[in-house]
């Protein structure tokens, strides 16, 4: 793993580490490029992807009737576990695609945390869990928004498959392992805004507590595909 940052760095020097610290990072995680299929091998249709038939039932009621052509690239590689970066004008469907991936990984008889979402901000994370919710009625799956600052007696009750943090928050409940990392086989990062290279280096912190292999996707592309000297990971680019 690359050297850590140095908190209070000028800006252009924060992302010249950065840049040193994701390419040490990003090389450290497997790249499959040979796996990128060309247009016309993609799926046309949700149901040519393999999900299971409760959640294309669920992906019926929420009233998708066809992929975008970000979903029709990303979703059967992120449900063979592959790392992802998602990049695309926005809105084009990148957060319907990871949540439709996590859904289709996520072990609905196993009830621990499967997968964590980072999100930039609270709004962001209720919009995303209520997205795998509605996206997942049929498959049993537990979604917990982690909100406050301190993990209270609700929050220890509750059991779930997938959580959902700010990665500043995140990092402190793994730390006191209110959250255990140890069922996590997934990560999704869900795009930054004007924060953005705080919230890369907030993300890159819990990242650094998994193993290596854990998936890895992302739609926060702007720094990281500007930073990444060589692409390891699986690209989207629409
Ligand atoms: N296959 C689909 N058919 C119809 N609507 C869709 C489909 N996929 C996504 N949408 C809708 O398009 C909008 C954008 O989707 P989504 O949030 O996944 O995009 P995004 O690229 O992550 O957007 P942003 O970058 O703004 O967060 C949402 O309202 C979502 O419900």
């Known amino acids: 793993m690359g050297s850590r940052l140095k908190r209070g760095t000028s800006p252009r020097n924060r992302n010249e580490a950065l840049e040193s610290v994701l390419s040490k990072y990003l090389e450290a995680i497997y790249c499959r490029p040979d796996s990128i299929a060309y247009l016309s091998d993609l799926p046309k249709s949700f149901d040519a992807m393999g999900l299971s038939e409760n959640l294309l039932k669920g992906i019926r009621e929420y009233g998708f009737v066809e992929p975008f052509l970000i979903q029709r690239r990303g979703i059967v590689p992120f449900c063979a576990g592959e790392n992802l970066i998602l990049e695309s004008t926005s809105p084009s469907g990148k957060t319907v695609t990871s949540c439709l991936g996590i859904l289709q990984r996520v072990d609905g008889a196993l009830v621990q945390c499967q997968a964590l979402v980072l999100v930039p901000d609270v709004?962001?994370?209720?919009?995303?869990?209520?997205?795998?919710?509605?996206?997942g009625v049929h498959l049993g799956i537990e979604v917990h928004e982690f909100t406050?600052?301190?993990?209270?007696?609700?929050d220890r009750e509750v059991l779930f498959h997938v959580a959902l943090a700010t990665p500043d928050l995140g990092s402190r409940l793994f730390r006191e392992r209110s959250i255990s990392c140890d069922s996590i086989k997934m990560i999704l990062v869900s795009k930054g805004e004007t924060t953005i290279v705080q919230y890369v280096y907030e993300v890159l912190d819990i990242f650094k507590l998994f193993p290596s292999d854990v998936q890895v996707c992302c739609s926060i592309?702007?720094?990281?595909?500007?930073?990444?000297?060589?692409?390891?990971?699986?690209?989207l680019d629409i």
């Open 123 to 135: 709004a962001n994370g209720k919009k995303i869990a209520e997205l795998i919710r509605r996206l």
């Open 148 to 154: 406050r600052e301190t993990v209270d007696d609700e």
């Open 221 to 235: 592309l702007n720094p990281i595909r500007a930073l990444t000297l060589k692409p390891p990971l699986l690209l």
